[in-house]
T-cell receptor
Framework: DAKTTQPTSMDCAEGRAANLPCNHSTISGNEYVYWYRQIHSQGPQYIIHGLKNNETNEMASLIITEDRKSSTLILPHATLRDTAVYYCIVVSTGNQFYFGTGTSLTVIP | DSGVTQTPKHLITATGQRVTLRCSPRSGDLSVYWYQQSLDQGLQFLIQYYNGEERAKGNILERFSAQQFPDLHSELNLSSLELGDSALYFC????????????FGAGTRLSVL
């Protein structure tokens, strides 16, 4: 079963930051937060992951609250190509993913 | 391009038939995962292989089986097909059995008529 709660859908204006929230109030100490996205029936794509520190890479930033019960994925300058379903996944090393229903992000021109 | 290759891209078959889906992982990756994505069930983990051995099993039906060969490519066999098996089937690979960064192929779209 999903250990995460995400909004079903969100809109974001092109060029603005997209902030996608995820609640994971039952997260365990050894569980990571992973974000993947799926663009229209393509294979899911890894974005970023973290344990407790904030993380940034070329695609996005991940902000994890101090109590680790929630996190936010930030796409700093959303483009039309960022329209996708975004999955927040909580998992410990080596265990299997449960993708859930994710957040459908629509970037509006 | 993730480096994971799945064939065929599309497959149309009839109920009761058997099909084989093929996956070549990224160069150097030892672990292969299979997922099923249908409209009503979302993306579901089926099975994982690591270096030729079954590593983990998810919601895989008994009519479905998989294997990973010495060259690390994997095949997913679906038999006695039913209408409800129509779905996208994704293969993913990762560097080892513990890695949670998985690289997904483009998928095989199976239509059972």
């Amino acid at each position: 079963d999903a250990k995460t709660t995400q909004p079903t859908s969100m809109d974001c204006a092109e060029g603005r930051a997209a902030n996608l929230p995820c609640n994971h109030s039952t997260i365990s100490g050894n569980e990571y937060v992973y974000w993947y996205r799926q663009i229209h029936s393509q294979g899911p794509q890894y974005i970023i992951h973290g344990l407790k520190n904030n993380e940034t890479n070329e695609m996005a930033s991940l902000i994890i609250t101090e109590d680790r019960k929630s996190s936010t994925l930030i796409l700093p300058h959303a483009t039309l190509r960022d329209t996708a379903v975004y999955y927040c996944i909580v998992v410990s090393t080596g265990n299997q993913f449960y993708f859930g229903t994710g957040t459908s992000l629509t970037v509006i021109p | 391009d993730s480096g994971v290759t799945q064939t065929p891209k599309h497959l149309i078959t009839a109920t009761g038939q058997r099909v084989t889906l093929r996956c070549s992982p990224r160069s150097g990756d030892l672990s292969v995962y299979w997922y099923q994505q249908s409209l009503d069930q979302g993306l579901q983990f089926l099975i994982q292989y690591y270096n030729g051995e079954e590593r983990a099993k998810g919601n895989i039906l008994e009519r479905f089986s998989a294997q990973q060969f010495p060259d690390l490519h994997s095949e997913l066999n679906l038999s006695s097909l039913e209408l409800g098996d129509s779905a996208l089937y994704f293969c993913a690979s990762s560097v080892d059995s513990l890695a949670n960064i998985q690289y997904f192929g483009a998928g095989t779209r199976l239509s059972v008529l």
